[in-house]
């Protein structure tokens, strides 16, 4: 009897109204954007199309496994209390993680992930892997001594946001958002490798990694408003923070480089699926343009 009153209860039209905005508002943005989805389209359309289309991502590289150890190393971390932890803590995470994600490709495929480019390197595999967990060793202490003296407060690590801008659905991973003493936030996108880019590079929010900031810092704008005051891009290796804070008039080129990355391949390469539905949606963004 309860539940026959609760069905009677609900407002069925409502529901049916609901339903029907949902459905339309996802006929109007149906595809997610992120941005490894629109640079990888940006470097290479066909990559794009065998990577989300065909759902055949392939093997990881080293550089990008090794990216993937630092991360899940700094996550773990960040989730020991505070008064708790130390660099033991740190290193010690470090080295698990390393061995589940290098250490497995070694154990299932018999070899070296570094096999892959021990002959462009000219150096062996192991020699590779050697140096690049060394590096590893040495980025966590970076990241320990810059910890030690840090005044903010972490508030997520590895955090995943949304919103709609210009009518797509964007979602990303933030590393890591602290909160400063007086109040505001900080958005950080860790960097494990030794190349840095110059502030002219960043700022052109096009592509790459100043698309990447302009991005995610709109999101977080969009979630937590007015308390997102900068964002920085942390060289664990070198020490350095760059790209203090990001306009909101960059906005426009991001919109344009969002664009791009919808729009069919004009060269003739394959096109991802569904493309009838992303130039629909290029439409609707043009019309919001206007």
Known sequence: ??????????????????????????LANPVPLSFSKIGTYQNCPYK?????????????????????????????FESITAKDRGFADLERLYRRHWDMEIGEHRRRWGSSLYQTIA??????????????????????K????????NPNKVRYVEKWVFAELFKYHITGRIDRIDQRPDGSYQIIDYKTGERIYDQTTLKDASRGYGLQAGLYYEMS?????????????????????????????????????????????ASGAARPERALMRERMIAKLDENIR
């Open 1 to 26: 009897m309860a539940i026959k009153n609760l069905l009677n209860d609900l407002d069925w039209r409502a529901a049916a109204r609901l339903a029907g905005a949902r459905f339309k508002h996802w």
């Open 48 to 76: 794009y199309h065998v990577i989300y289309d065909q759902h055949q991502p392939g093997k990881p590289s080293p550089a990008l496994a090794v990216g993937t150890v630092m991360h899940n190393t700094l996550y773990a």
């Open 119 to 140: 002959a462009e390197k000219g150096s062996s595999a192991d020699e590779l892997e050697k140096e690049a967990f060394e590096k590893g060793i040495l980025v966590i």
């Open 142 to 149: 970076n990241y320990w001594a810059n910890e030690r003296n």
């Open 221 to 265: 704008r969009e979630a937590w408003r007015d308390r997102v005051s900068s964002f920085v891009f942390r060289y664990l290796q070198k020490k350095q923070s760059m790209l203090d804070h990001l306009l909101e008039s960059w906005m426009e080129q991001i919109l344009a480089a969002s664009r791009q990355a919808l729009a069919g391949n």
